[in-house]
């Protein structure tokens, strides 16, 4: 009877809570998507359909640097939980299978879907690279399934869209409620320009509008694309989003994004600021075209996912045998601020699913100073856990956490109050010589309300994502500590820390 050795191994490591040793690797993130092994960059494609959430993803199925570019595919039905699944788009005769989208097709508009049923239609940028004298050539293209995403038929009459260029990428397509027409937002890399085009079948598309240049225009745009997010506290009223992914030439140097807020009327997207305004949808280095899921039910929030690196230094990660994550999806909407709607991203409320136990040593004191240690080691060990905390900033000049510390590394995430400046600084987090632009500190503009600085802040073996103020302020970063290194103090130069609460919870690997 093989049955009964088996239960008890099931039932010992389910005891054990283990990870299994395939995602149990140093630097392993416990829970942010990572592929099993191999190579991915930009999420593609993340889309909710029947119950569940797909996420496909740039994915060289051959190694682990950049090449043979196809879309991974993995699903989850929880949003937090997510088992991989065979490749879903190959690269095919030479044509790698570039960033896209999918959409639902709900009314069989494009005369793919069987069976009187949705089916689903991925929307991707086929790469040709160039060869000899023959320039590479981007084109837009589409592939359906009519099995939940499990297999896929490229469409016989691609390209959808062939402008005859070597850099035209990224297409992310959505149904318009306004022109109720499929609109598509694609980048003209070098000229900074996002164009749209509808169609009404998926399959023939004319262009209705163009947007750019306009704030950050180093490098090239990528990535772009264009949601409606609610208003807090605006009784329904939404703005529209604009992202464009920047390569390189962001704010923090590589890879990164920035936004725009304003209206769209099914066929123009309408800047409220002024063209050179710069707003960047995340401070830190680590969070590059992210994307939000089409499809979602009615009363879900919108949620975005990104992939947590950077370009100047992806292919040098000492990770092994896969390279390259997802961030942790984040929940959106727009805030009114002094300066006018701004982005703010909240972690996804499932992540309430994985926590563990809470600190019993939650800290709350009417003041604080230096290196006052926090926390329960054990926690502390596993390098998985959220900590929450709301500091006064009391008469320092700056406060926060030291974190990941052992005697000759930390990571600092602070506050300085009288630059007004989040900061995380991974100069001596642990690794960071594979890259020289890879240790750095990492700031972004903060004006604090009042005087409380509010953190909430996701470690995960090599991540730290922080976000402040509510999620007004997201920085997201790696770091590779050493093993050991546990320890997580205050921080407070200059002066004393006011009042702090925080609070410590485990997060439980997604893998067990
Ligand atoms: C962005 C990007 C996209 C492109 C993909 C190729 O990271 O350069 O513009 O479609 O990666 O892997």
């Known amino acids: 009877m093989l049955i009964w050795p088996l239960l008890l191994v099931f039932i010992a490591l389910w005891a054990q809570n283990a990870t299994p040793p395939a995602y149990n690797q140093p630097y392993r993130p416990q829970f942010h998507f990572s592929p099993r092994e191999y190579w991915t960059n930009d999420p593609n494609g993340v889309v909710h359909f029947e119950g569940e959430y797909h996420l496909f993803f740039q994915y060289n199925p051959l190694g682990d640097q950049w090449g043979h570019m196809s879309w991974g595919h993995a699903v989850s039905r929880d949003l937090v939980h997510w088992q991989q699944l065979p490749v879903a788009l190959a690269e095919k005769n030479g044509v790698m299978i570039f960033t896209g989208s999918t959409v639902i097709d709900e009314h069989n508009t494009s005369g793919f879907c069987t069976g009187g049923k949705p089916c689903m239609v991925a929307i991707y940028t086929g790469h040709t690279p160039e060869s000899g004298a023959r320039p590479a050539l981007q084109t837009q293209n589409i592939a359906y399934s009519n099995d939940r995403g499990r297999t896929w038929k490229k469409y016989s009459g691609n390209p959808v869209l062939n402008l005859n260029m070597s850099d035209f990428r ?22 900074h320009k996002v164009r749209f ?89 680590d969070c590059y075209c992210a994307l939000t899921f089409n499809g979602l039910p009615r009363n879900q929030r919108a949620v975005m996912i990104g992939w947590m690196d950077n370009w100047q230094y992806a292919a040098q990660l000492p990770t092994s045998p896969w390279r390259g994550q997802m961030t942790f999806p984040r929940s959106l909407s727009l805030r009114k601020t002094a300066e006018g709607l701004r982005l703010v991203q909240e972690p996804y409320e499932g992540l309430k699913r994985l926590k563990g136990p809470q600190s019993g040593t939650g800290l709350a004191a009417a003041s604080f100073g230096d290196a006052q240690s926090f926390g329960n080691t054990d926690m502390l060990q596993t390098h998985t856990f959220l900590l929450h905390s709301e500091m006064k900033t ?60 509010s953190l909430d802040i996701l470690v995960d073996r090599c991540s730290v994502e922080v976000f402040a103020d509510g999620g007004q302020v997201t920085s997201t970063n790696l770091v590779f500590p050493p093993e050991g290194a546990n320890g997580l103090e205050t921080l407070a130069k200059g002066g004393r820390g006011g009042r702090i609460s925080a609070s410590m919870t485990e997060i439980r690997s997604i893998w067990e």
């Open 170 to 191: 990224d297409p992310k397509v959505f149904w318009s409620q306004q022109s109720r027409r499929w609109v598509m937002g694609v980048s003209l890399p070098n000229d």
């Open 197 to 285: 085009y509808g169609s009404a079948d998926l399959k023939r598309w004319t262009q209705i509008s163009e947007f750019g240049p306009a704030g950050a225009t180093d490098g090239q745009w990528e990535c772009p694309e264009l949601f409606e997010l609610p208003i807090e506290g605006g009784g329904g009223a939404t703005r529209w989003v604009l992202k464009v992914g920047l390569n390189p030439g962001a704010l923090q140097g590589g890879s990164g994004e920035q936004y725009f807020v304003g209206q769209f009327d099914g066929t123009k997207f309408q800047n409220d600021n002024p063209a050179s305004l710069q707003l960047w949808t995340d401070y830190g280095k």
């Open 394 to 453: 009391g008469d320092a000049q700056q406060i926060g956490w030291r974190l990941l510390a052992d005697s000759s590394h930390y990571t600092l995430v602070g506050y300085d109050t009288q630059r007004h400046k989040l900061f995380v600084d991974r100069t001596h987090s642990g690794l960071t010589s594979f890259s020289k632009d890879f240790p750095a500190t990492i700031e972004a503009p903060l004006v604090l309300q009042g005087d409380t600085l």
